[in-house]
T-cell receptor
Framework: DAGVIQSPRHEVTEMGQEVTLRCKPI?????LFWYRQTMMRGLELLIY????????DSGMPEDRFSAKMPNASFSTLKIQPSEPRDSAVYFC????????????FGPGTRLTVT | AQSVAQPEDQVNVAEGNPLTVKCTYS??????LFWYVQYPNRGLQFLLK??????LVKGSYGFEAEFNKSQTSFHLKKPSALVSDSALYFC??????????FGKGTRLHILP
């Protein structure tokens, strides 16, 4: 298996632009997680899905952030409009019961908003 | 609410010496505890877990961790450090649901 795939690996955009991050989980995994990592705040869980349904989005910072999972093999995290404070590394992870806690992380997308 | 604390931002150890990376947790009920490792420019990798049973759990790359309920700790250990162990280490806790809470991470430097 190729593991969790994220694209793009790097994204540089200007403030106010829309940004879309993409994730393909490991085939057969029922859970998908989006995290954000910064030096100041560490690793934060933004949202997670089970069987394509959002279960907990309490970590989504504000309405500018949205996430979707239209099918079992694809998810997006969108920021509109983007702001410089959104600059971070965004990770997608997936897992499968009964080991839902053993998450497999993608390589991350490094987002820079200027 | 569940939380996890890693009191050291950085730990320096000479190659060949034993290493310990500290973690304490707070959770109601019985905890599920984990260690993950992150190498530069990579995502996190699962190292080991404690769910139930023996307090000493063994994981990948020769690492082990000891669950101490009275001290609410789950320290990561290795008897002999390698330079290749240098990385960022995350302790995490869960309460039997699917969401896990990560600590802020401890950067481990193994000095040759």
């Amino acid at each position: 298996d190729a593991g969790v795939i994220q694209s793009p690996r790097h994204e540089v955009t200007e403030m106010g632009q829309e940004v879309t991050l993409r994730c393909k989980p490991i085939s057969g995994h029922d859970y998908l997680f989006w995290y954000r990592q910064t030096m100041m705040r560490g690793l934060e869980l933004l949202i997670y899905f089970n069987n394509n349904v959002p279960i907990d989005d309490s970590g989504m910072p504000e309405d500018r952030f949205s996430a979707k999972m239209p099918n079992a093999s694809f998810s997006t995290l969108k920021i509109q409009p983007s702001e410089p404070r959104d600059s971070a590394v965004y990770f997608c992870a997936s897992s499968s019961p009964p080991r839902a806690y053993e998450q497999y992380f993608g390589p991350g997308t490094r987002l820079t908003v200027t | 609410a569940q939380s996890v604390a890693q009191p050291e931002d950085q730990v320096n150890v000479a190659e060949g010496n034993p290493l310990t990376v500290k973690c304490t947790y707070s959770v109601s009920g019985n905890p599920y505890l984990f260690w993950y490792v992150q190498y530069p420019n990579r995502g996190l990798q699962f190292l080991l877990k404690y769910i139930t049973g023996d307090n000493l759990v063994k994981g990948s790359y020769g690492f082990e961790a000891e669950f101490n309920k009275s001290q609410t700790s789950f320290h990561l250990k290795k008897p002999s450090a390698l330079v290749s162990d240098s990385a960022l280490y995350f302790c995490a806790v869960s309460r039997r649901d699917d969401k896990i809470i990560f600590g802020k991470g401890t950067r481990l430097h193994i000095l040759p």
